[in-house]
T-cell receptor, first 113, second 115 residues
Framework: NAGVTQTPKFQVLKTGQSMTLQCAQD?????MYWYRQDPGMGLRLIYY???????DKGEVPNGYNVSRLNKREFSLRLESAAPSQTSVYFC????????????FGEGSRLTVL | GESVGLHLPTLSVQEGDNSIINCAYS??????FIWYKQESGKGPQFIID???NMDKRQGQRVTVLLNKTVKHLSLQIAATQPGDSAVYFC??????????????WGLGTSLAVNP
């Protein structure tokens, strides 16, 4: 059982380039999330999807877009990468949005030059 | 303002000792608290949670204590092992019991276990 799988694990971009981070979960969870983790900032929610077919902004959505492709997959897109988006990105899923623990992927380290 | 913080950014303990990791919160409306463990190079992993109607909850080798009077949360790890070395995060929700999208995360405490 793989849990939450993220790709790629590492990526270097130049300012202005675009890319998509992929996330897939095999636990039949309804809710999925994208976080970023920066030193001294803790985890911050970018976007989430409470259930298939819905997406909503989190705390720091600017510069990002998401797609809940199906129940398993939730992708995060950077349309025009900026150095401020250098971070470690984590995808997570939970059975429900409420009262349900989060299961995290191993992270994607993104550097924007 | 509302915040979830930590008393100690790093904690070093001897293998076999008990560890106590502390967390302060400022929102008295928070009703659900969680501890996550993050090992190097991995994503956070759920350890234990507690609701505001409880003072204490025990898991396997871990105990979470909640003191609502002083808005303080602690994670106790019994007989700390090298595998417990990680960063520990507390998190709270301030808008509904256990609502993941409203979680506020602390900055983390690094626990180092010395053999």
């Amino acid at each position: 059982n793989a849990g939450v799988t993220q790709t790629p694990k590492f990526q270097v971009l130049k300012t202005g380039q675009s890319m998509t981070l992929q996330c897939a979960q095999d636990m039949n969870h309804n809710s999925m999330y994208w976080y970023r983790q920066d030193p001294g900032m803790g985890l911050r929610l970018i976007y989430y999807s409470a259930s298939e077919g819905t997406t909503d902004k989190g705390e720091v959505p600017n510069g990002y877009n998401v797609s809940r492709l199906n129940k398993r997959e939730f992708s995060l897109r950077l349309e025009s990468a900026a150095p401020s988006q250098t971070s470690v990105y984590f995808c997570a899923s939970s059975e429900q949005e409420v009262s349900s623990e989060l299961f995290f992927g191993e992270g994607s380290r993104l550097t924007v030059l | 303002g509302e915040s979830v913080g930590l008393h100690l950014p790093t904690l070093s303990v001897q293998e076999g000792d008990n560890s106590i990791i502390n967390c302060a919160y400022s929102n008295s409306a928070s009703d659900y608290f969680i501890w996550y463990k993050q090992e190097s190079g991995k994503g956070p992993q759920f350890i234990i949670d507690i609701r505001s109607n409880m003072d204490k909850r025990q898991g396997q080798r871990v105990t979470v204590l909640l003191n609502k009077t002083v808005k303080h949360l602690s994670l106790q790890i019994a007989a700390t092992q090298p595998g417990d070395s990680a960063v520990y995060f507390c998190a709270e929700t301030n808008g509904g019991a256990g609502n993941n999208r409203k979680l506020i995360w602390g900055l983390g405490t690094s626990l180092a276990v010395n053999p």
